[in-house]
Structure formats: C-alpha cells, structure tokens
C-alpha cells in the first residue's frame, strides 16, 4: 500500500508564506514526477507545479515567481514553498505522484489565503 501525506496547509495572510509538504510511503518503486494540483470550489483541477525526478521543474504560469517547487529522492518527498501568496491560491492542494503504471494521490490539505 502506498500512501502520500501532506502537510503544512492552513491559514495564510495575503503576501504570506506556506510550505508544503508530501512523502510517500509503503511499498514504493521509482517514482518518476511529482506534483502539486490545487482545486477552488466551482473550479476543476489544475496544475500548480510538477518536478521530474532529475530537478525538472514547470509551473503554471499564475505561480511563477512566487512558488517553488523541490523534491528530496531518497526521502520520496515533494514540497511547494508558496511565497506571495495571494487570495485566488485559496484551493485543496494535492500531491501527486507518478510511479509506472501506477498515480498515486494525496488525499489535499486545505490553502486558505485571507485577510
């Protein structure tokens, strides 16, 4: 069984800062990608940024400068450092990994960004 956990999502002013946090565990191969997906209510989906397992990176073009992805292989953990953050980030976030033939997905952890 694997699993992929979150942290660090919360309550954050507009221009704050958060840091989150995903680790996979259990029974795990080589996991390729990684990413973080954001859903607002009303809204579908999306990508925020994904990071090869070389160091990789893309991010949606609203993220840009103001987030950043990063990932450590040997503890199979993906993080998002949001800087700048700004109301229209309020969303589930979700971790996703991409381990052939398998996806896994976190289960969200709640931004809110508000004054």
């Known amino acids: 069984q694997v699993q992929l956990v979150e942290s660090g999502g919360g309550l954050a002013q507009p221009g704050g800062s958060l840091r989150l946090s995903c680790a996979a565990s259990g029974i795990i191969y080589t996991i390729y990608n990684m990413g973080w997906y954001r859903q607002a209510p009303g809204s579908q989906r999306e990508l925020v940024a994904s990071i090869t397992r070389s160091i990789s990176t893309n991010y949606a073009d609203s993220v840009k400068g103001r987030f950043t992805i990063s990932r450590d292989n040997a503890k199979n953990t993906v993080y998002l450092q949001m800087n700048s953050l700004k109301v229209e980030d309020t969303a589930v976030y979700y971790c996703?990994?991409?381990?052939?033939?398998?996806?896994?997905w976190g289960q969200g952890t709640q931004v809110t960004v508000s004054s």
């Open positions: 996703k990994a991409d381990a052939q033939p398998y996806i896994y």
